[in-house]
């Protein structure tokens, strides 16, 4: 089976890799975790006598009769209650019934988890959140629409969705940081209560890093430690923490490397990241947001640091949500729920290891051979529409109908209601009231924000060395000018022009620190948006 033109058939699952075709799979496979679950290329080679090339199940574009369909083997993904509202959608569900039966996806075993304290931790719920956004030229536009959901201690929640689709806005909107152009409507709980999130009991890492790119990376997140961590845990004790955050991240081998950045290369980017989230770890908060984390990574450092993240949540019952772009097959099976958006709304929210069931049981089944996140991506992105509407069949198909689809399926589904359930549980406990963290004293703040800005600036070329330099230079040029230029009255207007200039070159050479001053600027607005103004 042919795509149109170049263009990739996205939904078609065999048509998408025709060359797994002439490979003979085995009716079973041993995945990594070790679980047995059947192969669905084997499958896929069973249905290959309509037209050939298997368009039994390449739905929604097929036109092959298929075997009537039989009854939802399992009830959780219950098709949408509501009327699909045109021919296409009305298509999409009659076919998605058949590959119901048709698929024989087998649905992982959800993640088992260590943490066992059912009192302990963050419990964080939503329900109904909207967020909308004003401006002045386009008016009020939502980004985030009734969007319920919970995250508990022991587990991690991936956001995942395409570019733009509200991932970091949902994060934002937790963490109480959402900017004052936007508004926002919805219950938001922290353990069954409305409180804001205070210093110590949450960390957020954000997207961007903002890191002083005199210091070395050991540096950096020793500094963090003591204006982190309170004057009552000595300082050797910190140390030991940098080292061992350090080396969680995989960081020991840069320990000693500068960070860097424009006019000297430090660090990698990716290392930037881990940096990032080392300095949030530091100080074990129950509930870590993180924007990305992996974003920069190769996929061995990516599976490595969401390993060591979930390890986190698992062995000490941290609450974790982050929001992800591509994860490998690896790192998606380290999460434990997934929230899939699409313009602002659920997709898909539950078990991760339940939602290539939900794609398959709602007519879009993943590849045998291809990554589930790419699947589940590939399918809800609508920003590359004008290039993938026209279908095998030539029919036009916009992908927004089949968000409709999966957004209704969701809505009607077992899955949805248990999370509704869910989150009425959660929200009526009431849990334990979160207490602000101890941190460093006002003194010790000052003392190691001043010897860290002056290991700066002695640091920083531009800044202090060469500025040194030239005042040298015009020491020695102003000397030599207006050297034994007598005491006459043509002597004072000398002065008086001597002192001028030096006012104006000094003052002029001032604006030379500017670059110098954005960047701490940069550094105390980050410090600040994290909610943690007395960190410094
Ligand atoms: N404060 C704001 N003012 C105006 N628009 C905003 C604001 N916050 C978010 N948006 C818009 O909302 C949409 C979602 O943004 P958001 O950053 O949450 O997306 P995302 O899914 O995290 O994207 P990416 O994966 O590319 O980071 C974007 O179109 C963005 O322009």
Redesign the pocket.
């Known amino acids: 089976m042919a795509s149109p033109g170049n263009v990739p058939a996205r939904w078609i699952p065999i048509s998408a890799s025709p060359s797994r075709k002439p490979h003979e799979e085995p009716a079973k496979r041993v995945k990594d975790d070790g679980l047995e679950t059947e192969s669905t290329a084997s499958e896929e080679d069973n249905t290959t006598s309509c037209h050939g090339v298997g368009v039994g199940r390449s739905f929604p574009f097929s036109t092959c009769s298929s075997p009537p369909p039989p009854s939802l083997s399992n009830p959780i993904f219950s098709l949408p209650h509501t009327a699909p509202s045109d021919e296409s959608e009305v298509k999409m569900v009659q076919m998605s019934q058949q590959l119901a039966g048709e698929t024989g996806y087998v649905r992982r075993e959800p993640v088992r988890l260590d943490f066992q304290g059912e009192g302990d931790g963050v419990y964080l719920t939503w329900k109904d959140l909207c ?1 909308t ?1 004003s ?1 002045a030229k386009t008016g009020t ?1 939502a ?1 985030l629409q009734d969007l319920t959901g919970y995250a508990q201690p022991g587990e991690v929640l991936a956001i995942m ?12 909107a937790l963490a109480g940081r ?2 004052s ?2 508004r926002q409507s919805g219950d938001i709980l922290v353990n069954g209560r409305r409180e804001a999130l205070a210093f110590g009991t949450s960390a957020y890492v954000t ?1 961007d890093d903002t890191l002083m790119m005199t210091l070395t990376v050991k540096e950096v997140v020793y500094y963090s430690a003591q204006l982190q961590l309170p004057d009552s845990m000595p300082l050797s004790e910190k140390k030991e923490r940098t080292e061992m955050t350090l080396r969680e991240m995989g960081l020991q081998d840069a320990m000693n490397t500068r960070i860097g950045g424009w006019g000297h290369k430090g660090i990698s980017g990716g290392q930037k990241r881990r940096v990032s989230i080392c300095i949030e770890i530091l100080t074990r908060p129950k509930l870590l947001f993180l ?2 984390p992996t974003s920069g990574l190769d996929s061995a450092a990516s599976y490595h640091v969401m390993n060591r993240i979930v390890g986190l949540a698992r062995h000490h019952g941290r609450t974790v949500i982050a ?1 992800i ?1 591509q994860p490998s097959s690896e790192v998606f099976e380290l999460f434990h729920n997934l929230c899939l ?1 699409s313009s ?1 709304k659920t997709v898909y929210f539950g078990p991760a290891s339940e939602a290539t069931e939900f794609f398959a049981v709602n007519g879009f089944p993943c590849p045998s051979l291809r990554n589930p996140s790419d699947h589940y991506l590939r399918t809800i992105n609508k920003d590359f529409d004008t290039d993938i509407e026209q279908g095998l069949d030539g029919q036009k198909i916009a992908t927004e109908a089949v968000i409709n689809i999966l957004v209704q399926a969701y809505k009607s589904s077992h899955t949805s209601q248990q999370v509704n359930t869910r989150v009425a549980e959660l929200s009526k406990r009431e849990g334990e009231i979160l207490e602000k963290g101890s941190q460093a004293s006002f003194l010790t703040q000052s003392l190691v924000l001043t010897k860290r800005s002056f290991v700066n600036m002695y640091r920083d070329l531009g800044y202090y060395w060469l500025r040194l330099a030239i005042y040298i230079a015009l020491c020695l040029c102003v000397g030599t000018i207006f050297h034994d230029i007598g005491s006459s009255f043509g002597s004072i207007q000398a002065r008086g022009s001597m002192l001028m200039f030096v006012a104006a070159f000094l003052t002029f050479m001032a604006i030379g620190g500017f670059p110098s001053f954005v960047e701490d600027m940069k550094i105390s607005s980050w410090v600040l948006s994290q909610g943690l103004e007395s960190r410094g």
């Open positions: 967020v956004v401006n536009r980004i969705g395409p570019s733009g689709c509200g991932k970091s806005t949902l994060l934002d959402l900017g152009n936007t997207q924007d990305e929001s772009h958006l602002g």
